[in-house]
């Protein structure tokens, strides 16, 4: 019997694995159809900055090459699968906090249906365009692990590369730009030998909504997490600090 329920065991942790993972890759799928759709139908990564990302956020993950070759067949609408888009909601949770919520759908109406009801089971709501944004700022983002240099040799690199912040750890960094200096900044920081983890475009908060109440917290966290559950969700950003 303790070999069988070792097996059962075994068994529902793979689908679990297995269902995380397969969540995973749509959401992946869907970044790469939108990018090659954005870009008129160019699926080549070499002239589509955006679509190189999604490429290799993909081949991080494990996603198999035939998975990125459908998808990208998909994004120049080879396939004759129904179109996917990408829509950025705007939302306020508890608090006030702002949120950020891209999507890749293709059905805005169920994806929205989605939103607001989990939403407003968290004590947030949808908002209109443009009423959350104003807190965030649009950058290029890059992660950088331990690179052998010190604080100030990285601030002058990052510097004489055109980017417009930079946050210093013992291992490793933060490096913002402006989008369009994206693909310069990474390319000079892996020219000088430092290992890139991530590289993406994201939505930076420059204003804060500083939570003071343990439940509150709680209640933030689990809003946020629930809409990152959601499978059109591609990414929520957010602008909640926890006090001390």
């Not at 983002?141 to 690199?157: H, P, V």
């Not at 980017?163 to 291992?171: C, G, L, Q």
């Not at 030998?193 to 209640?219: D, M, Q």
Request: charged share 30%; net charge neutral; with cysteine.
């Amino acid at each position: 019997m303790s070999g069988h329920s070792k097996w059962s065991k075994v068994k529902h942790q793979k689908n679990v694995t297995d269902a995380v993972k397969g969540k995973v890759f749509t959401k992946l799928t869907n970044a790469i159809i939108i990018s090659v759709k954005q870009s008129g139908g160019n699926s080549d990564p070499n002239f589509n900055f955006k679509l190189r990302l999604a490429i290799d956020r993909a081949r991080n993950m494990n996603m198999p090459k035939e998975n990125i070759e459908r998808a990208l067949e998909r994004g120049r609408g080879v396939s004759g699968i129904e179109t996917i888009e990408e829509v950025i909601y705007e939302a306020f949770g508890s608090g006030g906090v702002g949120i950020i919520i891209e999507v890749a759908t293709d059905n805005k109406q169920r994806t929205v249906a989605e939103l607001k009801n989990i939403l407003e089971r968290g004590g947030g709501t949808l908002a209109s365009s443009g009423s959350v944004k104003h807190f965030f700022q649009f950058v290029g983002f890059l992660e950088i692990d331990q690179s052998g240099k010190s604080e100030d040799e990285l601030m002058e690199i990052v510097i004489n590369l055109g980017a417009i912040d930079f946050e210093y750890r013992k291992d490793g960094g933060n490096i913002y730009s402006e989008p369009e200096m994206l693909h310069k900044v990474k390319e000079g920081i892996e020219k000088c030998g430092i290992k890139i983890s991530t590289t993406e475009l994201i939505y930076r908060p420059v204003n804060y909504v500083v939570i003071r109440s343990h439940p509150e917290g709680e209640k933030v966290i689990s809003l946020i997490e629930k809409l990152k559950e959601i499978d059109d969700v591609h990414r929520v950003y957010t602008n909640y600090q926890i006090s001390q």
